[in-house]
């Protein structure tokens, strides 16, 4: 998909002013995309961008979890030609943890496998984005439920590409680091500002590109990923307990 102009796009998750989701529709709306449909848990969230573009976005309430909003809603939006799923839900569940991370499975990985299928038939010769996250690639210590999640997007992503190639469909993957919004507030970590990610959504829809690592940091990890992911994990292992 090279031309963002005259298609209609849905992006998921668009309630936080530093977040993302308007970062992207800001980027998009620069590239010459024509209208946005973006979601909200809560209505009002996005008057500041509306104000900002007037009649270019239209704001959609629905909470993720909930399977048969998601089969509603092309019937409430009309066919749409960009889907990008950015939605995210991040707690520091780990393997041992009682915590299973239901909230995260549903926005992470089953609200992306649920949206594509609804919308199907009106991606063909446009494009999904799955917003995922290095921790789809490796699984990270401080999150290691919200990687498994992720880790089943990079795979749902694959198979996505896979199912819609016929049809003409791009299916991008983007796997940031550690990004300055709120769900990154306190990480041990260096961020990057959400633009950078949204500007390179916008470049790599533009250039069919099928994944992109917009920040130092995801470079650095998919780079070991690629080259060495065994030492990579080792890295994240604590210490043995010396007797
Ligand atoms: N920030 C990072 O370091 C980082 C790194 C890698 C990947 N990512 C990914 O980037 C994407 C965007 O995250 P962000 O950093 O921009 O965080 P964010 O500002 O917290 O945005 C996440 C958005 O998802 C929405 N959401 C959560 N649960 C939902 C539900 N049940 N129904 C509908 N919407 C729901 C939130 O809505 P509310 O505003 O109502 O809570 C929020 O607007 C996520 O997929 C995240 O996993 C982030």
């Known amino acids: 998909m090279t031309n963002l102009a005259h298609r209609t796009i849905l992006l998921t998750g668009a309630g936080r002013a530093n977040g993302i989701g308007q970062a992207t529709i800001r980027a998009l709306l620069a590239a010459g995309a024509d209208r946005v449909v973006a979601t909200v848990r809560a209505p009002g969230q996005l008057a500041t961008l509306q104000g900002e ?10 909470d993720l979890t909930n399977a048969t909003a998601i089969a509603a809603l092309p019937a409430q939006t009309g066919p749409i030609h960009v ?40 991606l ?10 290095v921790a ?15 880790a089943a997007l990079h795979s749902l992503t ?6 819609l190639h016929s049809q003409g469909t791009q299916v991008l993957g983007v796997y940031p680091g550690p990004i300055e919004t709120d769900m990154a507030k306190g990480v041990p970590f260096p961020t990057t500002a959400p633009a950078v990610v949204a500007e390179a959504i916008v470049a790599a ?15 650095q990890i998919a780079a070991a990923v690629i080259q060495d992911r065994q030492a990579l994990e080792r890295s994240f292992w604590p210490a043995a307990a010396t007797a």
């Open 83 to 122: 889907l990008i799923n950015n939605a995210g839900v991040f707690t520091a569940d780990t393997a041992l943890g009682e915590g299973e991370g239901e909230a995260m499975w549903a926005v992470n990985y089953l609200a992306p496998k649920r949206l594509v299928r609804a919308y199907a038939s009106s």
């Open 158 to 163: 694959v198979a996505q590409r896979r199912e």
């Open 53 to 62: 573009h007037p009649g270019r976005i239209d704001e959609v309430v629905i």
């Open 205 to 219: 829809l533009q250039e069919n590109t099928l994944e992109v690592f917009p920040d130092p940091m995801a470079q």
């Open 136 to 150: 789809g690639l490796i699984n990270f210590p401080i999150c290691a439920v919200y990687s498994d999640t992720k």
């Open 124 to 133: 063909a010769q446009g494009a999904v984005v799955n917003v995922n996250s």
